[in-house]
DNA sequence: AAGATCTGCAACCGCATACCA
DNA sequence: ATGGTATGCGGTTGCAGATCT
């Protein structure tokens, strides 16, 4: 079956969107609601591919969508699900309300993805960098007289993998593949993405057939009174790393490895990834290094282990 | 101060799949 | 069953503004 054109781009115009069809496009969804994108824009009076109209509405015009920075829960909650899910995005987006597929991917590829690299995760696997996570222990041995990771804890950091979690990304792939629609139904049947009153979590528990086992006794009587998505949120995140009896692999810190400059946070953007890692390069240039915004050194991350490089190592000596 | 480089994000591209005649 | 069309999705690109040198 031959691929079609998704609208003639004769005479089309590309490129950012004014303001004047912005309105347009909202005044023309507002009176005949979205969709039959192909026509949409003949019929709204504009010189647009449909297509690029859908995607105007869905990432950006859409009244119900929320802007500005994603909040702490938001952030846990994207990694988790993606340690999950893998590149779903908008399987993701479906759990996090008011947030776009787009929107979540650029926030992964720009924010996140670095912030695991930096901190040794691989953002692929989300399993510590072994190849790294060796080599730096070797060096740790060498140079500092002391093993800066303990191997066999590594080996343990599959057991954040929280099997309730599992089964609900389980379900939403599953209803997915059968019935895209019922997605949605899913997950406003058990109050996981919508915004209006907050239900306790056992409810919630209840209801997605979670059982109240890996939770503490004061997860399962809380509620949130703001928002329904940060409860959602915080049980995604306390699913995944608040099991009471989890081990969670720590990596020592050890204070004598600032760099020179006395910043110790190092960037490990430019160490290449194992071969199971994303076979996409972070950027062509990597020229990452050394640039910690004030985001990065002020939010703090629950999940995730640090490790130090030693002081004087060059990565790219052994690239 | 100015050019180079980096960053974040909107938008585009092309493939996959659903839908329909 | 087949083939054309519409839509969804994920990867990638382009560019404006920020930051660095």
Redesign the pocket.
């Known amino acids: 079956?031959?691929?079609?054109p998704?609208c003639d781009k004769n005479g089309l115009k590309?490129?950012?969107?004014t303001q004047e069809e912005d309105l347009k496009l909202t005044n023309y969804i507002q009176v005949h609601g979205p969709?039959?994108?192909?026509t949409l824009p003949k019929n709204a009076g504009m010189r647009l591919?449909?297509?690029?109209c859908?995607?105007?509405w869905t990432?950006?015009l859409r009244p119900d969508i929320k802007r500005g920075r994603f909040s702490f829960e938001e952030e846990e909650t994207i990694i988790q699900l993606h340690s999950v899910l893998g590149?779903?995005?908008?399987?993701i987006a479906s759990i996090l309300p008011g947030r776009t597929?787009?929107?979540i991917?650029?926030?992964w590829?720009?924010?996140i993805r670095?912030r695991l690299l930096r901190n040794g995760i691989d953002p692929v696997t989300h399993a510590p960098r072994l190849d790294f996570l060796e080599l730096s222990s070797i060096l740790g041995l060498t140079l500092c007289g002391q093993s800066v990771v303990n191997a066999s804890n590594l080996l343990g950091a599959q057991t954040l993998l929280n099997p309730q979690l599992l089964s609900l990304a389980n379900t939403i792939l599953s209803l997915k593949q059968e019935n895209?629609d019922s997605v949605l139904q899913y997950l406003n049947q058990n109050q996981l993405c919508t915004t209006s009153t907050a239900v306790p979590c056992t409810s919630m528990i209840n209801q997605t057939g979670l059982t109240q086992e890996g939770f503490s006794s004061d997860m399962t009587n809380l509620s949130y009174p703001n928002s329904q998505e940060n409860l959602t949120s915080s049980i995604l995140t306390n699913a995944f790393v608040g099991q009471p009896n989890t081990t969670v692999p720590v990596l020592s810190e050890t204070p004598n490895m600032q760099s020179l400059d006395g910043n110790q946070n190092y960037s490990f953007d430019s160490v290449r990834s194992t071969p199971t890692s994303s076979p996409?390069p972070l950027?062509s240039?990597s020229?990452?290094l050394n640039?910690c915004?004030t985001d990065d050194e002020i939010e703090s991350f629950s999940t995730l282990s640090k490790f130090e490089i030693p002081e004087g190592l060059d990565i790219n000596d052994f690239m």
């Open positions: 079956m031959g691929r079609s998704c590309k490129g950012p969107w969709g039959n994108w192909r591919c449909g297509k690029s859908r995607l105007r990432n950006y590149n779903k995005w908008s399987v597929d787009n929107e991917k650029n926030y590829n720009t924010r670095k895209p996409t950027h240039s020229t990452y640039r915004s």
